[in-house]
């Protein structure tokens, strides 16, 4: 038997811990059932909680910000410290759920949200396949650097790697305009009148 708007986790005895609120619908005067996702309106309508919303609020921002394993954190991103990566990574290979970890560290994976709950355990698993393993690399991959060369030396590792950068991307372009040049034959082939 599901109870409220049909949502599937008030039947299972595995979600008992979801709290619910019992409001009376003031439009149909029938008893509905809003779980911890949806909104209670003023006026006794329950209403999901718009998707791909989930942002911090000020205080759940300040809460995060005092955990040691939290790198930053904004209104829609977070981002965690290199060890804490490493430690999460290795409980998971070991067999442990990521919303069990979170917690054991003192994160409430209800308050990330489940979707940033399965993007981090994924680019968790992906980071460890690179060989720069779980450093964050999004800095040292910029093509300009931060600063102008001062050095001779400087200038010279600046330009090899515009150098380096300008060549793949014409190699890049050489494969665009050779998958474009079969793509025409192919295309001239079938459509060639007989």
């Known amino acids: 038997m599901q109870l409220g708007g049909g949502h599937p986790c008030f039947s299972d005895s595995r979600c008992t811990d979801i709290p619910i609120v019992r409001t009376v619908d003031a439009t149909s005067n029938r008893l509905r059932v809003a779980a911890k996702d949806d909104i209670v309106y003023p006026s006794g309508r329950v209403g999901h909680m718009p998707k791909g919303k989930n942002y911090f609020t ?29 430690k999460f990574y ?86 665009i305009a050779s998958a474009n040049m079969e793509a025409r034959i192919a295309w001239e082939s079938k459509h060639r009148p007989k």
């Open 58 to 86: 000020p205080e759940e921002i300040e809460r995060l910000e005092k955990n040691i394993h939290v790198k930053r954190v904004s209104k829609k991103t977070i981002s965690f410290t290199e060890e804490f990566t490493r």
């Open 90 to 175: 290795n409980e998971r290979m070991d067999g442990k759920r990521p919303e069990d970890i979170f917690r054991e560290n003192g994160i409430d994976p209800e308050l990330l949200g489940q979707s940033r709950v399965k993007s981090y355990d994924f680019h968790t698993r992906r980071n460890a396949q690179r060989e720069s393993g779980f450093t964050d690399e999004r800095r040292l991959n910029r093509r300009r650097p931060k600063k102008p060369a001062t050095t001779d030396a400087d200038r010279i590792t600046q330009l090899e790697h515009e150098l380096a950068y300008t060549r793949q991307e014409v190699e890049f372009l050489k494969k």
